[in-house]
């Protein structure tokens, strides 16, 4: 297997935060949705790979290279996009062109124009003129128009309204037609990823609770919902976690399964989603 | 590095605009106190070369553009060493406006023009200018723009009024012995010796602060 990405044991201290122990990789021309709640080291995992902090100990290999070793080689092939706008905000949208071009070998005009006509950006305002989700489009633009062949989003949906966010996601879909692109996409809105994610790598607290396909997840994970006497001490270990109202109880399975063969005819058994996952991962941990 | 230093420049194309303004309005600011020739040669250039720089600096702060930077294929090494380089193209940029002022002032004929650029307002300018840099950038790549803009402020008064307080308590205290060896120096050497050794002073602070700063640079964390 081809992986363009390869995290090892990663370790980084912060005073109140400890990115621990994480392990996992994307593949050559896949979607690795990354997911967590706020504060749970997903920025911390990216900025380690685009080396803007230093890790305390692991591997981190993009493109088979070490990422500290050869930062310059990787970042040619590296797009990025962040939740902000990080651009002169003075500067128009080919000035700011003009400033990114040079730095790539790989920079195709060609290719940003047919972006930006693509995005309906106009070319000759401001970029402090630009609308969050205008600004968004313009990040991905650039990182787009230098033949990367990995594409890490940084919560690029965050703020942004849903016409905009399934534009954006319609786009990335397009995108990863290319079997040679991938993308590492961090986000706490798990629903974007259902569409397009090939793989799932969930983080809580700084600690991996798992890296798999999304197919094995949703085929895997399960909501059980039913009444409070079907919980007892045999039930309840069969959970990550269980929600419990006056009116009965709602629980998430990693096997679903197992859970259809124990509450058959009881209960009712749904699959999960990413969302659910997340919520009662989350809640059972704490 | 070319295209960082570019870059600089490309963020704030009307401080050309301010900055030649200066240095059509600092001869005539200056003429009454008969320091035009000076203000002109010496004060416009370092004026323009501290403009250019903190504005610089304050953009990318602004715009949080360091990060951009980073995830650019680019050494760290390299944003700084653009940067310390980037203080001698605005100098010079300073110089061709003076001269180019100087120039026409003297065709027209304008009592505050008296003379061209000398070699002496150069090497001044330069010494000027690596001690300035050899301050700054250090401070700014440790702590950033904003929270040293008071430090700033302070290097720019200290640039303009240590030489002055220097001479004041030269004169007063004729007899230390520091200020009688200085004088002895003064006396026995010509300006231009002077001067290469201040030169040549200041471009060794100027170094030794580079590899400070790419130090600080290398391990900085954002």
Same mark, same amino acid.
């Given at each position: 297997m081809d992986n363009i990405l390869k995290i090892k044991n990663l370790k980084k201290s912060y005073k109140d935060f400890t990115l621990d122990n994480l392990t996992f990789n994307v593949e050559r021309g896949s979607v690795m949705g990354f997911i967590g709640p706020n504060g749970s080291g997903k920025s911390t995992t990216i900025k380690l790979i685009m080396n803007l902090i230093k890790k305390n100990s692991g591997n981190i290999n993009v493109f088979g290279l070490d990422n500290s070793k050869h930062d310059k080689e990787i970042k040619q092939k590296i797009g990025f996009v962040y939740d902000e706008n990080y651009f002169?905000?003075?500067?128009n949208i080919i000035e700011m062109k003009n400033i990114l071009r040079?730095?790539?070998?790989?920079?195709?005009d060609t290719l940003f124009e047919k972006y930006v006509k693509e995005f309906e950006l106009?070319?000759?305002? &401001?970029?402090?003129?630009?609308s969050k989700g205008m600004k968004m489009k313009l990040s991905l633009a650039f990182a787009l128009s230098?033949?990367?062949?990995l594409i890490i989003m940084d919560e690029?949906?965050?703020? *942004?309204?849903p016409v905009f966010r399934s534009e954006l996601l319609d786009i990335l879909y397009n995108i990863i037609q290319d079997e040679n692109v991938s993308i590492f996409f961090s986000t706490?809105? @798990? @629903? !974007?990823?259902?569409?397009?994610?090939d793989y799932i790598t969930f983080i809580n607290k700084g600690k991996l609770v798992f890296s798999k396909t999304k197919d094995e997840i949703v085929e895997h994970y399960g909501i059980v919902k039913g009444s &409070? !006497?079907? *919980?007892d001490n045999d039930t309840r270990r069969e959970f990550v976690s269980i929600k419990e109202t006056n009116f009965g109880f709602e629980a998430l399975t990693k096997d679903i399964i197992k859970a259809r063969k124990i509450f058959k005819g009881k209960g009712i058994i749904e699959k999960a989603s990413l969302e659910d996952i997340m919520v009662y991962t989350v809640r059972g941990i704490v | 590095m070319f295209n960082l230093i570019v870059k600089d420049i490309a963020i704030q194309k009307k401080t050309l605009l301010y900055t030649f303004l200066y240095t059509i309005f600092a001869p005539f600011a200056f003429f009454l106190m008969g320091q035009s020739d000076f203000s002109l040669y010496v004060l416009s250039p370092v004026a323009i070369t501290y403009m250019f720089t903190t504005f610089a600096a304050s953009f990318d702060e602004k715009n949080k553009s360091e990060l951009v930077l980073n995830s650019l294929p680019l050494k760290r090494s390299d944003i700084v060493i653009s940067k310390y380089i980037s203080t001698l193209v605005y100098a010079f940029i300073g110089f061709v406006y003076s001269i180019f002022i100087g120039f026409i002032g003297k065709a027209t004929r304008l009592?505050?023009?008296t003379r061209s650029i000398s070699l002496l307002d150069i090497i001044f300018v330069l010494t000027i200018v690596f001690i300035f840099a050899s301050l700054f950038f250090p401070v700014y790549f440790k702590f950033g723009f904003i929270k040293t803009k008071l430090f700033d402020t302070m290097l720019l008064m200290l640039i303009v009024l240590l030489p002055s307080l220097a001479i004041q308590y030269a004169n007063e205290s004729p007899n230390n012995i520091f200020v009688q060896k200085f004088n002895y120096f003064i006396n026995t050497t010509s300006s231009f010796t002077q001067n290469s050794l201040a030169l040549i002073t200041g471009s060794i602070f100027f170094l030794i602060s580079l590899m400070i700063s790419i130090h600080i640079y290398n391990n900085k964390e954002f």
């Open positions: 002169y905000e003075e500067l040079p730095f790539y070998k790989g920079w195709n106009s070319k000759k305002n &401001k970029i402090k003129t630009l230098h033949n990367a062949e690029p949906t965050s703020g *942004l309204d706490h809105i @798990t @629903t !974007d990823l259902e569409k397009i994610a &409070k !006497d079907l *919980l | 009592p505050m023009f």
